[in-house]
């Protein structure tokens, strides 16, 4: 922390907490204390139960649960795939043919999530893609708006990348297949495993679009969560968001946990 003296430290760490806890910890606190509760009349929750967790662990929301993580693994290891290759493709282009591949990838950012859904739909729903009413419709919209992040996050790490080591094995006789197996992509990989993180964290969050085209088949959590609550049900969909978080955190922990020996190799 760039501040030296007690007083001032103080005052940050004040804050921060100011700044944090309304706004970030607040939100989630009564989201979890929602998940326990059968009435919310006054200014805190009454009749603690855990019957809103049985209901969102099993059933109906475990089916949600696992297509959200099998949806967002599989986005984001698309989105990974994809957007390496183009950062590492980028290399060989000029300026200009980096910023235009670089505007192409984060286009769909720049558009409501709604309208790539509606893109996807549109572009999906007519042979010889007919894609529409099945899984994959909403993998491949996941990975459509994640695959940015991806793409953003490789090419941020190989400007950053120290081109000796890479020189220094061309030197020695090593392939250019060589050098990017064992020289470049090893020296990538903690940059890789937080592209992942972000790209998986990002799909298990997204509404908007897959509440366009998902199939009664394959309901993500967040759809379930929309529905609990628009019906009234709001314990219960908190409850089921607590799981959805949770599951999430886990993940992220594990990414985390990846990236941190990575960076020591």
Do not use: K
């Not at 009564?30 to 919310?40: I, Q």
């Amino acid at each position: 922390m760039l501040v030296h003296s007690r007083g001032a430290r103080w005052a940050v760490w004040a804050l921060f907490g100011l700044l944090f806890l309304p706004l970030f910890a607040l939100p989630l606190l009564v989201v979890l204390a929602a998940s326990f509760a059968t009435h919310w009349s006054g200014v805190l929750p009454s009749g603690p139960t855990t019957e809103h967790y049985a209901a969102a662990t099993r059933g109906e929301a475990l089916q949600a649960l696992t297509t959200s993580l099998v949806t967002a693994a599989t986005a984001s290891l698309i989105a990974l795939a994809a957007g390496t290759w183009a950062a590492l493709s980028a290399q060989a282009l000029g300026r200009r043919g980096r910023r235009l591949l670089d505007a192409l990838f984060v286009l769909p950012l720049a558009v409501p999530s709604v309208v790539v859904g509606l893109a996807v739909l549109v572009a999906f729903s007519q042979p010889p893609m007919l894609l529409n009413g099945t899984r994959w419709i909403v993998i491949v919209t996941h990975t459509v708006l994640v695959t940015a992040f991806a793409h953003q996050s490789v090419s941020a790490a190989l400007t950053r990348l120290d081109p000796a080591y890479e020189q220094a094995a061309a030197s020695l006789g090593a392939s250019p297949s060589y050098v990017l197996r064992r020289v470049r992509l090893p020296l990538l990989l903690p940059s890789l495993s937080a592209a992942a993180g972000l790209c998986f964290a990002l799909s298990m969050g997204e509404l908007s679009a897959t509440m366009m085209l998902y199939p009664p088949d394959w309901t993500p959590l967040p759809v379930l969560i929309h529905a609990a609550t628009d019906r009234g049900a709001l314990f219960t969909g908190s409850a089921v968001a607590v799981v959805l978080m949770t599951a999430t955190l886990l993940v992220l922990l594990a990414v985390s946990r990846v990236r941190t020996q990575a960076s020591y190799r």
